[in-house]
């Protein structure tokens, strides 16, 4: 009889002992220049990501003119006068350098990302794009159409699709909300090199200005390195712009964007609520993540491993601008796909989900859940330093203090389970939703009509 062989397994690895873990306070300063400057020493982090948040936001765009923020964001790395377009990105690349810009309500934003051993030539090139951008009729030109080509692409996106109508019905005509973000093919085709020029002379300065670095800085003299680079970019000084508060009609209703032949139909249910300066904010945040922020979600649990409806539905709250005198907003939302057939009913059930909630609230088992995956994952999710920069460069958006994050994680972990139920009931109340769906409008319509929740109007889709 043959011997059979053992095994011989090595000691199950341990976990060690849990440590402390807070999200970073930033230093803060200022150039000499009025710029502001938030430093935040990441030991081991590399990689250093510099974020720049312009005070240029979308209701500063000239009417007519609507997008002229994202084209300049996007020619900052066209070429300036030092180096060509081309010259531009070689350089970028030499320096094993990133960067990225986008436009939003709130501002502009530049995000760059270098090894720690050449952030003197990527803060270089950072400023030269924010000093003296070429701002080339040729490059201009070639943005809008880029961004010409896009917009049939986004249109025909059914997600893209819902958000753009339930823009266009939550905010009055004359919000620049209402609106898309990046434009549309009537407001990019005027859009020339002269009108991103004087958008930047008109909202691009130093003074209105914040950059946030984040990284290792051991051995790195950042305060020389900032004044010889953005230290040297000038303008003329000037106080941050006044914005109008937030306004929204959330009636409830439902509008049908009609696509005849779709076998999915594309909903998003959302209303505005409350920003980061709501003593709510917390609780909201909780209250939304028990109802549709991960698959194990009452949202999920129903519509998507009960009855199949559906490969997610999720409920978010994201902020569309903040203020601290209580005149921003955050959207509030729930967004999935579900087969055609079944649109009426997956309508219903996800109803029936938020009044069974405002009836009988959240389970204990479901906010300790809920605060594990906020909290407990915090460190995994702010590992780099692109993440720290991007939540710095987020609270200086919104007008926050520098240990806001730091102490929001506090609140989610006090925040007991009635607050929570109080908070999302509160968000998404069946009455004040407005319901947005794409798709086949001659399927969905009367069965839709049936459910009571708002009278149904139908729109064509471009």
Known sequence: MTELATMEFHPQPQAGEPKPWAFPTPERGTLDNGLTVLRCHRPGQKIVAVEVVLNAPLDAEPAGLDGVATIMARAFSEGTDRHSAEEFAAELERAGATLDTHADHPGVRLSL????????????LLADAL?????????????????LDEIPHELANPSRRAAKELA??????????????????????AIDAAA??????????????TVVVVGDLTGIDLDGLLDETLGAWTGVPAQPRPVPPVTADDTGRVVIVDRPGSVQTQLLVGRIGPDRHDRVWPAQVLGTYCLGGTLTSRLDRVLREEKGYTYGVRAFSQVLRSAPDGSGAAML???????????????????????????EGLTDAERDVAVQNLVGVAPLKYETAAAVASTLADQVEQHLPDDY??????????????EATAAVVSAFPVDRLVTVLVGDAAQIKEP???LGIGPVTVVTAE
Not at 405 to 418: D, H, I, K
């Open 333 to 359: 939302a729930i967004s999935g796909s579900v087969d055609t057939p079944n649109t009426g009913p997956a309508l219903e059930d996800l109803f029936t989900v938020l009044r069974t909630l405002a009836a």
């Open 168 to 189: 266009k019905e939550l905010f009055p005509a004359g919000s620049r909300m209402s609106r898309p973000r990046q434009g549309t093919e009537e407001t990019v085709g």
């Open 448 to 450: 839709v009509e049936a």
């Open 405 to 418: 994050q730091a102490t929001l994680y506090q609140q989610l972990a006090a925040t007991g389970t009635v």
């Open 131 to 147: 000093r003296a951008p070429a701002f080339a009729d040729s490059e201009i030109e070639r943005l809008v159409r880029n961004r």
């Open 196 to 209: 991103v020029r004087s958008f930047y002379r008109r909202h691009v300065r130093p003074s209105t200005a």
């Open 113 to 124: 990302e270098v090894p720690a051993s050449r952030l003197a030539k990527g803060l270089g």
